[in-house]
């Protein structure tokens, strides 16, 4: 008879003690849930964060006037172009470069003409001391249906000039 008490609350202990291990795996799995779920929602931020990329590959015909310390230079430019969502066309830009000292102002306004009959405008200037590279921004003026998102967004670009006149040009922007 003692023995069967002693089986009773043995069992009675082994169910009390499961239920606690339960009821605390029930709640660590919760927590590993919430963590996970914290981190899936902070990583897709990162993903939605749509970035587009241009790259323009061109050359230039130059017009310059130089007077003692100062030098205008008109530009037109015609070039090929492509970028991260697949898309490739042409395009052209009219401008001007400004010098005087070791001061750049570069300002153009450009066309961009894809493989679709789509197009979209945009501003490209730069202020400078070096006009062979450097860093600036295109800002997107006006655009067709397919490229609406670009819209109004201001790029950062950097350019690379080769035989004076060529030149490659790579931007990164970020579309939210």
Do not use: H, P
């Amino acid at each position: 008879m003692l023995s069967g008490i002693f089986v009773k609350i043995f069992f009675s202990l082994g169910r009390c003690v499961r239920f606690k291990a339960n009821v605390i795996l029930s709640n660590i799995n919760k927590l590993y849930k919430n963590i996970l779920f914290a981190y899936l929602f902070f990583i897709s931020f990162n993903v939605c964060a749509e970035e587009y990329n241009l790259k323009v590959l061109g050359e230039n015909t130059i017009r310059e006037l130089t007077i003692e310390n100062e030098k205008l230079v008109l530009a037109e430019t015609e070039f090929k172009w492509t970028d991260s969502d697949a898309n490739f066309g042409k395009g052209f830009c009219l401008g001007s470069i400004n010098s005087f000292l070791e001061n750049i102002e570069l300002s153009f306004l450009c066309e961009f003409l894809d493989y679709e009959g789509e197009k979209f405008w945009t501003k490209i200037y730069r202020k400078s001391s070096e006009l062979s590279t450097g860093i600036g921004a295109q800002k997107y003026i006006k655009t067709t249906k397919k490229y609406k998102k670009l819209l109004n967004k201001e790029c950062k670009y950097a350019v690379s000039w080769f035989d004076k006149t060529s030149f490659l040009m790579e931007q990164k922007c970020n579309i939210n």
